[in-house]
């Protein structure tokens, strides 16, 4: 187990050698660069071509790419142009927000998921089964940035019952109780919506989880074994069936990954995702590649940690 | 394109072709679908034979944001261009996008995932350990960086960005059938006689996979076709005088547009939601009369 | 089967839902609103807001620039920062380089010398100043009252020290080129000299600053007059100033509101400062936050915000009328659109433009000329822009009331008159084909670059080229599609790698306090995208700033001189001006969106009651 768990490790190390690489490489191909944006004639072009000089801006990109990775090696993932500060701590400002958001849904999504799932395939093929596979399908069809859109003109301006933008109300001081829960409130909207949409999957998969594993010799057992019919389902196909879910976790990682990048840039949430797409349009190159190896170590981590969750509750498969 | 590749496919193995479409016509919401699918297919590439593109995103400044009128069906955006022809040739883009992207991805993952599993190996564990490392990969994050790193890109080029990064699911279960198939009698008996591998792989075990590829490359269409979408929605899709369906939704950002000028966005939402339901019913029906468990009586 | 019937029913039912929505906008009679033809707006009175906002036509001079009244004590103000992104949170005049950052700043610091509404500096700011007859030595003496946040004076070293700070070779901001007029700043940054020869302190409150010649541009936005507090910053090394907390956490400044608490690119908080040297704000504190330009609207008709910096002008006439309360305050803004034409490349070597007009495709004047005729600006102004663009006329925008020569006749819109001139010139359309070639028979087809991104964006760029199609010159956009932002400077030139592809380039410059137009359009800079030069022009340029023209009436003639030249050369023809709008809820009182010659300063603006006005 414990071997297993360090080759893995082993072999993510080039693996983020390589993402870093490629995206710097490809960073550097963009056009123009992080002081493009400062075209204002009261600004010299003399002036912005020191800062060029003095950012290494001018240097070849392998240049580039050495002085960032020494950089890295002493925990340092580089200054941001934009910002002119560590990108290690630009990125710890918003890491927070994504995390909390990403928690968020996380939460709403096994809460709505599971019970819905466990309901459906019980009562397979009852109206309430078809009502929640209808909304199964339609959540499939619907794509998450208009589903979020929606929901933000709704709840936030319609109905006013939402903050819009922005991951806490100004001036309250960090570490105060009203603090956090003005962060978890401005979580939530964007939190349900991706949940809402990324139910689906769950509630499907438990579905024909739990129908196939009703057929299954074993409850037919326990059944004529005279067990009541609750106690099948709460014992027996419950407990069988909800254990892959728990492994989905980790790859659960990587499609939110792309869910927050979307809600966030509706939401106006500052999480990793809107500093993403931020930093691609200014050309900051050293936030940019620093957030793509995050989010790829993250998805990295999210999978292992879904084969190692796996081999625990699935013996039948055995980590090599 | 596609049905190019339909009818080699029909040729070399008819009787697991004809299954699936027997199965399809049986189930009416699936049939109906696909009905949808080839009518609103049909129309758009025709139709748009006759629309001139430039002439669509011509600008009339007399007409900005006109609502739906007898001049213009569906209304005319800001730049005064005629919202029902973008539709049409935007639903035409991103079909187009969304089939290349399937059928790109579709044919390299096939040939990856065909190559593994047959020889196994050395050869399969090497070519695993590259799927790994793109199965990781924040794929989305990598499309928009290679988007803006291109500044000029066509919907080939587009589609082969996105193709770069989606062939590896199919890749892996074509492995995995290939991995079977290859243990079964008729292709070690195939081997003994002398034929080459080359001729293994493409007259024996693919036609005895064939249903499970088209089950998988329709499931992906739908995910294409998100995709694309999303993308453009983001801004980094394609201009606006090439429209596609995201770039109409996209529209909808501006609180303006969503809340009084609906015959902009909507329409695309709708067709967009259309789409991937029609889509998603005939793929799951074919993948009901590919697994002989869930075959109905 | 259950599940497969309600699936069944669903689709059927989207399939209904979008057929009858074709169905509805094709059949024009049973919907009352989409009637096209008749009635132009005006009349109809409910469903479609937009149609009727569409039609109208809005005038820059009906917006009064400001907003009078009699607040009541206190009272905390919203302020919405309209922004896609973040702001950056360098927050000190020193070193931000991003315009956000300076919204934020402007709240909480002030320069250090007031304008007037030529944009001369004053003796009405926080330090006064004299000048040697010869305009090269200036005198400042910052007045007693004028102390930091924390409570310490402003010194004349603080003033020095700012621009030591941003002389040093260390330093990381961009504004290097506002302080090397000063004699000695160049010798002090390549390290030949231990301190800076032009600057003399000369008593605590005193500064004397030489400049290498005097020019009427140093006394409109010429000298760097932002201080920076020594007592703060002495001991941070220079390449980390700003990075420190003295700059993102916990920045002070001289300004009415002293910052109370920051949330990193989202909101800042502020509280009056009851020391300000003006005297005491009117207003208890004041919350900023950044308002996404998708959801400004919203903000403000719920009271979220009180006002914002910057109204995305394109969503006024939707509404104009349904944001009850708030009003909407306007001005000119300081920038303007225009087409350049691409007549050389930059050379590196001499660090200057390049002229050929030999193998320019737009090298001849009465092309370009003809090509200013053909489009319609007025057209574009009222149809895109609701009349909150027009149709320019001089490179010198009305912005600067005084300079802005408005006698100038430049050409406007005139299909027979570009025709004319393509005839006379030699354009002629020799295969027939309703396209010209040029004087030579050979086909001409200009490339036309212009950037991607706002709204209107596209449509323009093709309204241009279809107007210019109408004179019978193929234009084509460059690669055929709008280019992103960065690489359309890149191959503009922004860094002397001019793209040969480029004939045309749409592009906008918004322009300082200065007038000085030398920075766009001189021989030596490479904003000059056109790289078209010539001995008129850059004679002109040099005698705007030359010491002469520290007499006004004479600058203004010079500048005269400069518009009507570059009407007459066409290196470039600007398409439309701006306006700026902010809107204010209506309890906000005495705040005057101008930054020149305000009759009001920041720190009298109130409010008239608790809580924001509601429709």
Same mark, same amino acid.
């Given at each position: 187990?414990?071997?297993?768990?360090?080759?893995?490790?082993?072999?993510?190390?080039?693996?983020?050698?390589?993402?870093?690489?490629?995206?710097?490489?490809?960073?550097?191909?963009?056009? *123009?660069?992080?002081?493009? @944006? &400062?075209?204002?004639? $009261?600004?010299?072009?003399?002036?912005?071509? +020191?800062?060029?000089?003095? =950012?290494?801006?001018?240097?070849?990109?392998?240049?580039?790419?050495?002085?960032?990775?020494s950089?890295?090696?002493?925990?340092?993932?580089?200054?941001?142009?934009?910002?002119?500060?560590?990108?290690?701590?630009?990125?710890?400002?918003?890491?927070?927000?994504?995390?909390?958001?990403?928690?968020?849904?996380?939460?709403?999504?096994?809460?709505?998921?599971?019970?819905?799932?466990?309901?459906?395939?019980?009562?397979?093929?009852?109206?309430?089964?078809s009502?929640?596979?209808?909304?199964?399908?339609?959540?499939?069809?619907?794509?998450?940035?208009?589903?979020?859109?929606?929901?933000?003109?709704?709840?936030?301006?319609?109905?006013?019952?939402?903050?819009?933008? *922005?991951?806490?109300?100004p @001036? &309250?001081?960090?570490g $105060?109780?009203?603090?956090?829960?003005?962060? +978890?409130?401005?979580?939530? =909207?964007?939190?349900?919506?991706?949940?809402?949409?990324?139910?689906?999957?769950?509630?499907q998969?438990?579905?024909?989880?739990?129908?196939?594993?009703?057929q299954?010799?074993?409850?037919?057992?326990?059944?004529?074994?005279g067990?009541?019919?609750?106690?099948?389902?709460?014992?027996?196909?419950?407990?069988?069936s909800?254990?892959?879910?728990?492994?989905?976790?980790?790859?659960?990682?990587?499609?939110?990954?792309?869910?927050?990048?979307?809600?966030?840039?509706?939401?106006?949430?500052?999480?990793?995702?809107?500093?993403?797409?931020?930093?691609?349009?200014?050309?900051?190159?050293?936030?940019?590649?620093?957030?793509?190896?995050?989010?790829?170590?993250?998805?990295?981590?999210?999978?292992?940690?879904?084969?190692?969750?796996?081999?625990?509750?699935?013996?039948?498969?055995?980590?090599? | 394109?596609?049905?190019?590749?339909?009818?080699?496919?029909?040729?070399?193995?008819?009787?697991?072709?004809?299954?699936?479409?027997?199965?399809?016509?049986?189930?009416?919401?699936?049939?109906?679908?696909?009905?949808?699918?080839?009518?609103?297919?049909?129309?758009?590439f025709?139709?748009?034979?006759?629309?001139?593109?430039?002439?669509?995103?011509?600008?009339?400044?007399?007409?900005?944001?006109?609502?739906?009128s007898?001049?213009?069906?569906?209304?005319?955006?800001?730049?005064?261009?005629?919202?029902?022809?973008?539709?049409?040739?935007?639903?035409?883009?991103?079909?187009?996008?969304?089939?290349?992207?399937?059928?790109?991805?579709?044919?390299?993952?096939?040939?990856?995932?065909?190559?593994?599993?047959?020889?196994?190996?050395?050869?399969d564990?090497a070519?695993?350990?590259?799927?790994?490392?793109?199965?990781?990969?924040?794929?989305?994050?990598i499309?928009?960086?290679?988007?803006?790193?291109?500044?000029?890109?066509?919907?080939?080029?587009?589609?082969?960005?996105m193709?770069?990064?989606?062939?590896?699911?199919?890749?892996?279960?074509?492995?995995?059938?290939?991995?079977?198939?290859?243990?079964?009698?008729?292709?070690?008996?195939?081997?003994?006689?002398?034929?080459?591998?080359?001729?293994?792989?493409?007259?024996?075990?693919?036609?005895?996979?064939?249903?499970?590829i088209?089950?998988?490359?329709?499931?992906?269409?739908?995910?294409?076709?998100?995709?694309?979408?999303?993308?453009s929605?983001?801004?980094?899709?394609?201009?606006?005088?090439?429209?596609?369906?995201g770039?109409?939704?996209?529209?909808?950002?501006?609180?303006?547009?969503?809340?009084?000028?609906?015959?902009?966005?909507?329409p695309?939402?709708?067709?967009?939601l259309?789409?991937?339901?029609?889509?998603?019913?005939?793929?799951?029906?074919?993948?009901?009369?590919?697994?002989?468990?869930?075959?109905?009586? | 089967?259950?599940?497969?019937?309600?699936?069944?029913?669903l689709?059927?039912?989207?399939l209904?839902?979008?057929?009858?929505?074709?169905?509805?906008?094709?059949?024009?009679?049973?919907?009352?609103?989409?009637?096209?033809?008749?009635?132009?707006?005006e009349?109809?009175?409910?469903g479609?807001?937009?149609?009727?906002?569409?039609?109208?036509?809005?005038?820059?001079?009906?917006?009064?620039?400001?907003?009078?009244?009699?607040?009541?004590?206190?009272?905390?103000?919203?302020?919405?920062?309209?922004?896609?992104t973040?702001?950056?949170?360098?927050?000190?005049?020193?070193?931000?380089?991003?315009?956000?950052?300076?919204?934020?700043?402007?709240?909480?610091?002030?320069?250090?010398?007031?304008?007037?509404?030529?944009?001369?500096?004053?003796?009405?700011?926080?330090a006064?100043?004299?000048?040697?007859?010869?305009?090269?030595?200036?005198?400042?003496?910052?007045?007693?009252?004028?102390?930091?946040?924390?409570?310490?004076?402003?010194t004349?070293?603080?003033?020095?020290?700012?621009?030591?700070?941003?002389?040093d070779?260390?330093?990381?901001?961009?504004?290097?080129?506002?302080?090397?007029?000063?004699?000695?700043?160049?010798?002090?940054h390549?390290?030949?000299?231990?301190?800076?020869?032009?600057?003399?302190?000369?008593?605590?409150?005193?500064?004397?600053?030489?400049?290498?010649?005097?020019?009427?541009?140093?006394?409109?936005?010429?000298?760097?007059?932002?201080?920076?507090?020594?007592?703060?910053?002495?001991?941070?090394?220079?390449?980390?100033?700003?990075?420190?907390?003295?700059?993102?956490?916990?920045?002070?400044?001289?300004?009415?509101?002293?910052?109370?608490?920051?949330?990193?690119?989202?909101?800042?908080?502020?509280?009056?400062?009851e020391?300000?040297?003006?005297?005491?704000p009117?207003?208890?504190?004041?919350?900023?936050?950044?308002?996404?330009?998708?959801?400004v609207?919203?903000?403000?008709?719920?009271?979220?915000?009180?006002?914002?910096?910057?109204?995305?002008?394109?969503?006024?006439?939707?509404?104009?009328?349904s944001?009850?309360?708030?009003?909407?305050l306007?001005?000119i803004?300081?920038?303007?659109?225009?087409?350049?034409?691409?007549?050389?490349?930059?050379?590196?070597?001499?660090?200057?433009?390049?002229?050929?007009?030999?193998?320019?495709?737009?090298?001849?004047?009465?092309?370009?000329?003809?090509?200013?005729?053909?489009?319609?600006?007025?057209?574009?102004?009222?149809?895109?822009?609701?009349?909150?663009?027009?149709?320019?006329?001089?490179?010198?925008?009305?912005?600067?009331?005084i300079?802005?020569?408005?006698?100038?006749?430049?050409?406007?819109?005139?299909?027979?008159?570009?025709?004319?001139?393509?005839?006379?010139?030699?354009?002629?359309?020799?295969d027939?084909?309703?396209?010209?070639?040029?004087p030579?028979?050979?086909?001409?087809?200009?490339?036309?670059?212009?950037?991607?991104?706002g709204?209107?964006?596209e449509?323009?760029?093709?309204?241009?080229?279809?107007?210019?199609?109408?004179v019978?010159?193929?234009?084509?956009?460059?690669?055929?599609?709008?280019?992103?932002?960065?690489?359309?400077?890149?191959?503009?030139?922004?860094?002397?790698?001019?793209?040969?592809?480029?004939?045309?380039?749409?592009?906008?410059?918004?322009?300082?306090?200065?007038?000085?137009?030398?920075?766009?359009?001189?021989?030596?800079?490479?904003?000059?995208?056109?790289?078209?030069?010539?001995?008129?022009n850059?004679?002109?340029?040099?005698?705007?700033?030359?010491?002469?023209?520290?007499?006004?009436?004479?600058?203004?003639?010079?500048?005269?001189?400069?518009?009507?030249?570059?009407?007459?050369?066409?290196?470039?023809?600007?398409?439309?001006?701006?306006?700026?709008?902010?809107p204010?809820?209506?309890?906000?009182?005495?705040?005057?969106?101008?930054?020149?010659?305000?009759?009001?300063?920041?720190?009298?603006?109130?409010?008239?009651?608790?809580?924001?006005?509601?429709?």
């Amino acid at each position: 187990m414990w071997k297993f768990i360090i080759r893995r490790l082993l072999i993510t190390f080039p693996q983020l050698v390589f993402l870093s690489v490629l995206v710097f490489i490809m960073a550097q191909m963009m056009p *123009g660069d992080a002081l493009t @944006g &400062l075209i204002d004639p $009261t600004i010299t072009a003399e002036a912005l071509d +020191l800062q060029r000089e003095r =950012l290494g801006l001018n240097n070849p990109w392998y240049i580039q790419y050495a002085d960032w990775v020494s950089g890295l090696v002493q925990g340092d993932l580089g200054q941001s142009f934009r910002f002119k500060m560590d990108v290690t701590a630009l990125i710890s400002e918003r890491v927070m927000n994504t995390i909390l958001l990403s928690a968020v849904s996380l939460i709403f999504t096994y809460i709505i998921a599971i019970p819905l799932g466990i309901v459906s395939g019980r009562y397979n093929d009852s109206p309430l089964d078809s009502v929640i596979t209808g909304y199964s399908y339609l959540g499939f069809a619907t794509p998450i940035f208009i589903f979020a859109l929606v929901m933000l003109w709704i709840f936030g301006f319609q109905l006013g019952w939402f903050p819009t933008s *922005g991951s806490v109300a100004p @001036g &309250l001081e960090s570490g $105060t109780m009203e603090y956090y829960i003005s962060k +978890l409130y401005h979580a939530l =909207l964007p939190g349900l919506s991706i949940a809402l949409i990324s139910v689906v999957s769950t509630i499907q998969y438990l579905r024909s989880e739990i129908v196939d594993t009703k057929q299954k010799d074993f409850i037919v057992t326990a059944r004529a074994k005279g067990a009541s019919e609750n106690r099948v389902y709460n014992k027996h196909i419950f407990r069988n069936s909800i254990l892959p879910i728990a492994a989905f976790f980790g790859w659960e990682i990587t499609s939110l990954i792309s869910g927050t990048v979307f809600v966030e840039s509706v939401f106006s949430y500052p999480g990793m995702g809107l500093l993403f797409l931020e930093s691609i349009m200014q050309r900051d190159f050293s936030v940019v590649t620093s957030l793509v190896l995050l989010f790829g170590a993250a998805s990295i981590l999210g999978a292992l940690l879904s084969d190692i969750i796996l081999s625990i509750v699935d013996p039948r498969i055995r980590i090599k | 394109m596609e049905a190019d590749t339909v009818e080699i496919v029909e040729q070399k193995s008819p009787s697991s072709l004809s299954i699936l479409l027997r199965e399809l016509i049986r189930d009416k919401l699936a049939l109906i679908s696909l009905i949808f699918l080839i009518l609103i297919a049909g129309f758009v590439f025709g139709l748009s034979l006759f629309l001139d593109q430039a002439e669509i995103v011509t600008v009339d400044l007399f007409a900005i944001n006109a609502p739906p009128s007898d001049q213009f069906i569906l209304g005319t955006d800001y730049g005064g261009r005629d919202v029902f022809g973008q539709l049409i040739i935007g639903t035409r883009n991103s079909l187009a996008i969304g089939i290349l992207v399937t059928l790109i991805s579709g044919i390299f993952g096939i040939a990856y995932g065909v190559v593994s599993g047959y020889f196994g190996g050395h050869v399969d564990n090497a070519l695993m350990r590259i799927i790994d490392f793109f199965m990781v990969l924040p794929f989305l994050l990598i499309i928009i960086v290679f988007v803006s790193m291109t500044s000029n890109y066509s919907i080939v080029s587009f589609s082969l960005i996105m193709a770069a990064f989606s062939w590896m699911g199919i890749a892996r279960l074509i492995r995995s059938k290939a991995l079977q198939e290859k243990e079964l009698d008729y292709a070690q008996a195939s081997k003994t006689l002398g034929t080459s591998n080359f001729n293994i792989i493409f007259k024996q075990v693919l036609p005895n996979i064939t249903s499970l590829i088209i089950v998988t490359m329709t499931l992906n269409l739908a995910s294409n076709i998100g995709l694309e979408s999303g993308l453009s929605f983001l801004g980094f899709g394609f201009p606006e005088d090439t429209p596609s369906l995201g770039t109409l939704l996209s529209y909808a950002r501006n609180p303006q547009t969503l809340e009084f000028r609906w015959w902009i966005w909507a329409p695309a939402a709708i067709l967009i939601l259309l789409l991937m339901l029609s889509v998603r019913n005939v793929g799951e029906a074919l993948r009901r009369a590919a697994d002989a468990r869930q075959r109905r009586g | 089967m259950g599940k497969a019937t309600i699936n069944k029913v669903l689709f059927i039912m989207m399939l209904m839902l979008f057929l009858v929505l074709a169905a509805c906008s094709s059949g024009s009679d049973d919907t009352g609103d989409s009637k096209s033809d008749e009635g132009n707006g005006e009349s109809e009175d409910a469903g479609s807001e937009s149609e009727k906002a569409d039609g109208k036509i809005y005038d820059i001079a009906d917006f009064s620039p400001l907003k009078e009244g009699e607040p009541m004590d206190g009272g905390n103000l919203n302020f919405g920062l309209v922004a896609d992104t973040v702001f950056a949170g360098t927050l000190n005049y020193n070193f931000y380089s991003d315009a956000y950052d300076s919204e934020v700043i402007d709240w909480f610091d002030e320069a250090l010398l007031g304008v007037d509404e030529t944009f001369t500096y004053t003796q009405d700011g926080a330090a006064t100043w004299e000048m040697n007859d010869e305009g090269n030595e200036f005198t400042f003496t910052i007045r007693d009252e004028v102390n930091w946040h924390d409570g310490e004076p402003v010194t004349a070293e603080d003033w020095a020290f700012a621009i030591e700070v941003i002389a040093d070779p260390d330093y990381d901001g961009v504004r290097y080129g506002d302080v090397t007029s000063i004699v000695g700043v160049e010798e002090y940054h390549d390290g030949k000299a231990d301190s800076i020869e032009g600057l003399e302190i000369i008593d605590e409150k005193t500064l004397k600053m030489t400049f290498k010649q005097p020019t009427p541009s140093l006394l409109s936005g010429g000298i760097w007059t932002y201080a920076l507090p020594k007592h703060i910053f002495e001991d941070i090394p220079v390449a980390e100033m700003s990075s420190s907390d003295a700059v993102r956490v916990n920045p002070i400044g001289i300004g009415p509101f002293k910052v109370e608490s920051i949330t990193p690119g989202e909101s800042v908080t502020y509280t009056k400062n009851e020391d300000y040297w003006r005297g005491e704000p009117n207003l208890d504190s004041v919350t900023l936050k950044v308002i996404a330009p998708e959801t400004v609207t919203q903000a403000l008709e719920t009271g979220e915000v009180d006002m914002v910096h910057s109204f995305p002008t394109d969503q006024y006439p939707d509404v104009e009328e349904s944001l009850t309360n708030v009003e909407f305050l306007g001005r000119i803004d300081r920038s303007y659109t225009y087409i350049g034409f691409k007549m050389g490349t930059w050379d590196k070597e001499n660090n200057k433009v390049a002229m050929d007009l030999e193998n320019s495709k737009v090298g001849d004047v009465e092309l370009r000329r003809a090509m200013w005729y053909a489009v319609d600006n007025n057209a574009v102004g009222e149809r895109f822009y609701n009349g909150l663009r027009w149709n320019a006329t001089t490179l010198i925008p009305s912005f600067y009331e005084i300079y802005h020569d408005d006698s100038i006749e430049t050409p406007t819109y005139d299909p027979d008159k570009a025709n004319q001139i393509l005839d006379e010139a030699g354009y002629e359309d020799v295969d027939g084909d309703g396209i010209r070639e040029n004087p030579d028979g050979e086909e001409l087809v200009l490339n036309f670059a212009s950037m991607s991104g706002g709204d209107t964006a596209e449509p323009l760029a093709n309204y241009y080229i279809q107007a210019w199609e109408q004179v019978g010159i193929k234009v084509e956009k460059l690669d055929g599609r709008l280019i992103e932002f960065n690489d359309f400077y890149d191959r503009v030139g922004n860094e002397g790698n001019d793209d040969p592809d480029i004939d045309i380039y749409q592009g906008a410059w918004s322009v300082g306090t200065d007038v000085d137009p030398t920075g766009l359009w001189g021989p030596n800079v490479i904003f000059n995208y056109t790289r078209w030069e010539d001995e008129e022009n850059t004679r002109l340029l040099e005698e705007g700033v030359s010491p002469e023209a520290m007499d006004l009436e004479y600058r203004k003639e010079v500048y005269s001189e400069w518009q009507e030249y570059m009407v007459e050369q066409v290196p470039v023809f600007p398409t439309v001006y701006r306006s700026q709008l902010v809107p204010v809820n209506k309890r906000v009182v005495n705040w005057d969106i101008r930054q020149e010659d305000s009759e009001l300063y920041r720190y009298e603006v109130g409010v008239t009651q608790d809580e924001p006005v509601t429709p």
